[in-house]
């Protein structure tokens, strides 16, 4: 089974995010990246599927110079061979700019499977993965937690609501978008990390895709949201507002 992993560097979560002088973008100098965690959660799941059947996992990643080392801590974790498409004007295209040189790249492939995350830490758009299928007329499901191969195509367990789950089957190839959480996430070993020093490391720029056409998102500034901080007092007797502060707790903080 060949299995096309579409991965994303992201800043990484602990790391302290500054606005930067021009009011469109944050500041990047100093700032620490990482692999975006759904898309590390869809490596997993690729790795487990190779370990069962056998193939070939191959990670895709666009971005700037700096997605490289994302990208080897792929390889060294057990991709097989990676390709970087060289882009330094993401933050110019939206999700569908962004799905469309994804898709160019894994036309020449033709993978049985792609998985991408559900969605990214940074911008949390969740659409690149569904985009995706439907430029390459691919069946697609999303929330996967979970994977299997079967004699005609595959078995996911999707995640629903109010800890609802649906186990669906659909053949092969296709394109699924993966939740956080499904498996245990595994590190680089020290092989793995010599091992990725030599694995194919292969550099396509959006140009020799076909899109290179011009942005087609313009931002106008970004902001660091408000901290607001607010005091409601709850009248009526002591059961009247226990109830009250539930409804509150359960439909407004939305955190029981």
Do not use: C
């Not at 994302?70 to 060294?76: F, G, N, Q, S």
């Not at 901290?227 to 009526?236: H, V």
Request: hydrophobic letters at 45%.
């Amino acid at each position: 089974m060949k299995i096309v992993v579409a991965i994303k560097q992201v800043p990484d979560r602990d790391a302290p995010v500054r606005i930067d002088a021009s009011g469109k973008w944050i500041e990047e100098s100093g700032l620490q990246f990482a692999m975006n965690e759904p898309d590390a959660y869809a490596l997993e799941e690729a790795l487990r599927l190779k370990e069962a059947q056998g193939g070939e996992v191959i990670v895709l990643s666009a971005g700037p110079e700096r997605v490289g080392t994302t990208i080897r801590e792929a390889l060294a974790k057990g991709a097989d061979r990676a390709i970087h498409i060289t882009a330094d004007d993401l933050g110019t295209r939206d999700a569908l700019g962004v799905a469309k040189l994804i898709a160019e790249a894994i036309k020449p492939e033709s993978p049985d499977l792609i998985l991408t995350g559900l969605q990214s830490e940074d911008l949390g758009l969740g659409q690149t993965g569904v985009i995706l299928a439907e430029l390459l007329n691919l069946p697609h499901a999303s929330l996967i937690l979970h994977v299997e191969a079967t004699g005609t195509g595959l078995k996911v367990k999707r995640e629903l609501e109010a800890g609802w789950f649906q186990e669906i089957e659909l053949p092969t190839p296709a394109v699924l978008t993966i939740q956080s959480g499904g498996n245990k996430l595994r590190y680089a070993t020290l092989m793995g990390i010599k091992k990725a020093k030599t694995k194919e490391f292969r550099a396509v720029s959006a140009a020799d895709l076909g899109q290179s056409s011009a942005p087609t998102v313009t931002l106008g500034q970004i902001a660091l949201p408000s901290k607001q901080r607010s005091t409601q007092i709850l009248s009526g007797s002591a059961k009247e507002a226990a109830a009250a502060l539930v409804e509150k707790l359960k439909f407004e903080a939305r955190i029981i």
